[in-house]
């Protein structure tokens, strides 16, 4: 593009946005003729397109201008009024400046219309005598009212003042650029361990991408005043065009809500708020006969409510008969007479909303498209907002339209659990591993109670969705069992889900009011059935993976999948390294000392619904007592207990100082005379470690042998 | 009370209750929820109502009522709450009242169970029988101040 064209495209879009600005302070000027602010505004407007004009050599639009910069001074000095004539010619000359600036931006140059007509009705204007301009004269003695420092033309002042203009396209490059942030830190992640010296980087590399997210989203925001704007000009053409009198109250128009949801507004609005002047509001005269003020109002209302935004647009004009609805209805199909009748009353009037029903005789076209009421309610829902409409006959009607405050699209993956879909934010999957019920890689693995995946080398802890999710426990055992590995908050975890559906795009709704207390939901979104679906919080359930395992799993020594290898528990007793076979172990747990009972010569300990024989592992060694407490713990210390099965003798707990990591390790082998507490020696990450014989133990506990 | 109200009915167990027609925004027939897995005590379902997703509250479980038969086909009030949406599931939907304005709303008999005493807002005599206004603060206000 050369020079000239750049400057060109630069004037026609700020002349645009000048033009709009015209059009509702003249409007709004017809409601406050004598606005000192307003008029200057309007003034500087016009002044400045007709310097514009003269700088690109557009000399019949210049010349235009200036007829139209003489009309406006007169009325900002005071000279002429403004009335119903002068207001229409000056929206006329906006309109057929509107009408050259096309002509520029389609051909480079401003046509060959002189536009006499229109520079003579503005002279016309400038020509009337005027009882008030001569009443003004005398009261500022032909000098000009003093500027008022106001600021600049373009938009509410307060806006403009702290804002920025940005192409939409920006906006959207921006929030692309963030997506794939998002993708590239989690693939990040998946190499980061919680002990790499990175991880604290990787973390605040985390809070603030997602902080950029929830930025680039509030960049969004714009107020509902954007898409009510021009309501005001076209309310007053239809009115001037019908010879009816309607005012336009706009209220709470600084509610904000996103950009992408103003757009699905502007239709909808113009449509309804054409419809309440068209067929919604009487002649002048019909409504003085009923009672009424012959000058109609259409109040559009923003607020918030409903978790969101809402916009009314209200007519007190005729109201809308639900029985034409009902008839032109059935008439086209949509509905028998029958179901007609035994519908409610908002059923009936919300018939409106079907294709092809909308009462208007003609069609009604918006941006030259045929739209109808159905259309307005699919455009609308298409959000995740909805309209209802609410009319009395003779009193008004009203439209009540209700929206989001911001659009979230999140990509997601449905899972089923128990028959009930569910929605899991794909940024939180890092993949999805089906294991057949033979299980020939021995993925599973079980210590307990604890389920755990091997995954990458790693153990990963596993969540049932069911059991979290309190449903029942399932019939059969599956052929196969399907997990999803989520990574959040730096725990990787797998959940066991029933089945794994597609991903899509969920539109994010709030999670409603009486389920905000539920940790393990983050929202709701509609299925493409229409069906509603939990959106599941994938942190609370990286919570309930790490109850499972005391410490994070530790790598794996020996390769996955390999026969002959074992996952042991390790435990330090006295300084000294001990494992034990983590088939044997029941759970772990912590108690306080004073749990722990005298009977029968032994320790014992009340647990669940059984009475379990404690075996203190450091007397049952021989190792001396742990120094410093003389053999006598207080009541409130904590002991570390691994619970044991004890096969052919009871399950017991052994007392150990403290309790170590799970460990994959070569097979072991059984042992066999059952003499002595240890049955090998083995390495275990780097340390020499006693393997005990859980037999030994139990036989201990169970004959009472001072342990 | 100062003024007349007007008071959109529906019955619960044969139990004849109120809402002001200004908070109710629609009542939907026929309708299905999708369910809710750890639901606290008497959110029954998710419905889609034109898109937003709202959690019902069955009276009857509120009111500790023995369930109802059918389950299927529900009928479902939505009425609006401290600027949201509730969905309210009752039994049958009743008439229109006018509630004059010298009536006076009386506290529930004592013999009222606890569990609904404590979510109405008084009683009235009516000459169709004792219409129960319940609350809607004593509802859904339980939901208030929660942290996910």
Not at chain 1, 558 to 585: C, N, Y
Not at chain 2, 15 to 24: H, Y
Request: proline content about 5%; charged content about 20%.
């Amino acid at each position: 593009m050369n020079v000239d064209d750049e400057l060109i495209a630069a004037f026609l879009e700020e002349s645009e946005e000048n033009l709009n600005q015209l059009d509702l302070d003249l409007v709004t000027l017809e409601a406050n003729p004598s606005d000192p602010e307003l008029l200057g505004r309007i003034f500087r407007t016009m002044h400045t397109i007709k310097g514009t004009c003269g700088f690109l050599a557009f000399s019949n639009l210049e010349t235009l201008a200036h007829a139209g910069e003489d009309v406006l001074a007169a009325l900002r000095d005071g000279r002429i009024a403004l009335d119903g004539p002068l207001t229409t010619t000056l929206l006329r000359l906006v309109d057929d400046v509107r009408g050259v600036l096309a002509t520029v931006a389609a051909t480079g140059t401003e046509g060959n219309a002189e536009h006499t007509e229109m520079i003579s009705e503005l002279r016309g204007h400038l020509a009337k005598p005027d009882a008030r301009s001569a009443q003004h004269q005398t009261e500022t003695a032909g000098d000009r009212p003093p500027e008022k420092p106001t600021a600049p033309s373009g938009s509410h002042p307060s806006w403009e003042d702290t804002t920025l203009k940005v192409d939409l396209a920006v906006l959207d490059g921006l929030q692309e650029l963030v997506g794939e942030l998002t993708l590239a830190r989690m693939r990040l992640g998946d190499h980061i361990d919680d002990d790499s010296p990175l991880s604290g980087a990787f973390r605040r590399l985390t809070v603030i991408s997602r902080d950029l997210q929830d930025t680039v989203m509030r960049a969004r925001l714009q107020p509902i005043s954007t898409a009510t704007d021009r309501l005001r000009r076209i309310v007053r053409d239809i009115a001037a065009a019908e010879t009816k009198a309607v005012r336009i109250v706009v209220e709470g128009g600084d509610v904000t809500v996103d950009k992408a949801i103003i757009e699905v507004l502007r239709d909808p609005l113009v449509h309804l708020v054409r419809n309440a002047v068209d067929h919604g509001i009487e002649l002048p005269a019909e409504r003085i006969q009923v009672g009424k003020d012959p000058e109609a109002t259409v109040t559009i209302r923003a607020t918030l409510a409903g978790g969101g935004a809402q916009v009314e647009v209200s007519d007190d004009g005729r109201g809308v008969s639900v029985q034409d609805v009902v008839n032109r209805a059935v008439a086209l199909g949509q509905v028998t007479a029958t179901e007609a009748s035994e519908m409610s009353e908002s059923e009936r009037i919300g018939l409106l909303f079907s294709a092809g029903v909308s009462t208007a005789a003609a069609v009604t076209t918006v941006s030259g498209r045929g739209v109808g009421m159905d259309a307005v309610r699919t455009a609308i829902e298409q959000v995740g907002g909805g309209v209802t409409v609410h009319s009395e006959s003779g009193v008004g009607t009203t439209f009540r339209i209700n929206v989001p405050l911001k659009l979230a699209i999140l990509p997601a993956i449905a899972v089923d659990c128990r028959g009930v879909r569910l929605t899991v934010p794909q940024t939180d999957v890092v993949a999805i591993v089906r294991v057949p019920r033979e299980d020939p890689d021995r993925r599973l693995a079980s210590i307990g109670s604890a389920r755990f995946l091997r995954y990458h080398g790693t153990l990963l802890p596993l969540v049932d969705l069911a059991a979290e999710l309190e449903l029942a426990s399932a019939p059969t055992a599956s052929a196969v069992t399907e997990i999803v590995v989520v990574s959040k908050l730096d725990r990787t975890y797998g959940l066991i889900v029933d089945g794994v559906g597609d991903d899509f795009d969920a539109v994010v709704k709030p999670l409603p009011r009486p389920l905000q207390g539920v940790a393990h939901y983050a929202g709701t979104t509609v299925l493409a059935s229409g069906r509603p679906s939990l959106i599941l919080e994938t942190s609370a359930f990286a919570i309930a993976a790490a109850r499972s395992a005391p410490t994070p799993p530790a790598t794996a020594d020996v390769g996955v999948g390999q026969e002959d290898s074992e996952l042991v528990l390790t435990v330090e007793v006295a300084d000294e390294h001990f494992a034990l076979p983590a088939a044997r172990i029941r759970r772990l747990a912590h108690i306080t000392r004073d749990r722990v009972e005298r009977s029968g010569g032994a320790d014992v300990l009340q647990y669940h619904d059984s009475v379990l024989t404690v075996v203190h592992l450091r007397q049952a060694l021989g190792r001396p007592a742990s120094p410093g407490t003389g053999g006598n713990l207080a009541a409130d210390d904590s002991l570390a207990l691994v619970i044991c099965r004890g096969d052919t003798h009871p399950d017991f707990a052994v007392s150990v100082d403290q309790i170590g990591d799970i460990h994959i390790t070569a097979a072991l082998q059984p042992a066999t005379a059952h003499l002595a507490p240890v049955a090998q020696q083995v390495v275990v990450a780097d340390a020499v470690t006693q393997v005990l014989d859980v037999d030994w133990l139990a036989t201990g506990a169970a004959t009472g042998r001072d342990a | 009370m100062a003024a007349e109200r007007i008071l959109a009915t529906f019955t619960v167990e044969r139990i004849w209750c109120g809402i002001e027609v200004a908070q109710v925004q629609e009542v939907l027939h026929g309708q299905t929820l999708e369910p809710v897995p750890l639901a606290p005590r008497g959110v029954v379902g998710l419905l889609n109502l034109r898109g937003q997703v709202l959690a019902a509250t069955d009276l009857r479980a509120r009111m500790e009522l023995p369930p109802r038969d059918d389950p299927g086909s529900l009928m479902v009030f939505i009425v609006q709450h401290a600027r949201v949406f509730e969905a309210l599931v009752v039994d049958a939907p009743g008439p229109v009242v006018t509630i004059p304005a010298d009536s006076t709303l009386l506290a529930a008999p004592p013999t009222t169970p606890e569990a609904i005493a404590v979510l109405l807002r008084g009683v009235s005599e009516h000459s169709d029988g004792l219409l129960c206004e319940v609350s809607l603060q004593a509802l859904f206000g339980v939901f208030d101040g929660q942290t996910g």
